[in-house]
């Protein structure tokens, strides 16, 4: 009796943990496979770049790397984990540096999606001499990483001259990388020239979702020093790269996209829309999103298209169409359909919104139905003039007022000028 008493005192906490944990793995397993069919649903299983890949021959069901990644982008199904969400994916490797089995190694491209990889040696070089890669576009992500390789890039570019230039060296791009290697450039007194395509500094960060958490780990800047971050939101890092640039005076030429590269006897051409620039190394710190797609039709040099929306208040009871079928169109319609008095239609080429996540086809069809956006399928643009668009809604043309257009059609990475030009490129498949 007394034996019985003391197995059930020491049995019976123990069936219940056990019960508990197998509960807690059923209800983790099925909110994993839910997030997956959703990811199957919106079309969006590929991930933009670096990536896990987790090896379930060796993988223990840990769940130290889905806890460990901030985006949720790994989840455990039957003790086994998943790359369930892998569109959110930022390449960070924080869950391959927790795994306790080595399970985990980060790859680029997948089977079915290569991704074009430039070559790039320890000092940042291309296989072209005077023509370095800084940042996301080498294949590595993230902001500090960004930021020390321009840094690194410019001290190897800065033991070279090239006589007969106007520039030393010319960077491309005003995100972490080019915002980096412009101070390094500053402070060893090169010939510089910076280019940015958009009309603000911060590179992708401009295009993070409102209020998102960036996070990072302590960097060290060209001319500031250590900027001890590890967590702040998108608005408060624009800000932070926004004081950087007043604090030390470079000088960025906004609103100028690098539209071609030449290599001529030694030195280099850049063609922007403004004009020609002849220099002795060239730094590419363009990222991975490329330059915005056009729709390449009459009346898209008008000032009032944009291919990003800044401030929807500044269209408050404006005629606004919005161009895309991905989530930045979808999230771009609905926060401009807040704004008081503002007219929205949202047009997309295809039948569905197959690259956006269930949340916003569903907030689209809400506002829809409660007339807050006018949604067309099978449709896109014809003509942009003044005060209207001309549209082509599945065949049938139409007309109607227009204040603003916003294009959210995706962008373009400059691989094939990168090739032209002599780069070697690698398209790597899942390795
Ligand atoms: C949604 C999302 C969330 C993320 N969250 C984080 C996070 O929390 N922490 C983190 O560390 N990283 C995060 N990242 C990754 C991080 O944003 C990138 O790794 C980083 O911005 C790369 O810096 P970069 O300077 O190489 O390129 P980018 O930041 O992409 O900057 C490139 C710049 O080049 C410009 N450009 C491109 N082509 C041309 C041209 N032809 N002419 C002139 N200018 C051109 C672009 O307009 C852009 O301003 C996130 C990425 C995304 C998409």
New binding site residues.
Partial sequence: MHELLIYAIYLIPLVILIIIFRRKNRKRSTEAQAEWQEAIAAGLTEP?SLHPYIDPAICIGAVSCAKEC??KAIGIIDHKGYFINPS?C???GACAAVCPSGAIRLVFGTEKRGIDIPFVSSNFETNIEGLFI????GG???????VE??KQAISNIKKRRVAGTDYDVII????????SATLGAQEAGLRYLT????DA?????????RQ?????APMTLPQIGIIKLTEISKEALIELWTDVANKTGIKINFN????SLRHENGKFIVT?PKGQYKTGSVLL???????PRKLEVSGEELAKVCYRLVDSSQYQGKHALVVGGGDSALEAALSLADEPGTTVTLIHRSEVFTGAKPKNRERIKAAEQGGRIKVLMKSKVIKITNDRVQLDINGQPMEIPNDVVIVCAGGTL?IPMLKEIGIRVETRYGT
Avoid: F, N
């Fill in positions: 933009p901030p985006e959110v930022i390449g960070h800084a940042g996301e576009l590595m992500g993230l902001i500090r990483k960004a390789q321009g491309i791009g005003a995100g972490p990388a080019g915002i280019l940015e395509q958009e500094i911060g590179g992708t960060a401009l295009h993070y979702p998102k958490i960036v996070m990072t100028e996209r690098m539209d922007t710190a363009v990222g991975r999103r490329g330059t400059p």
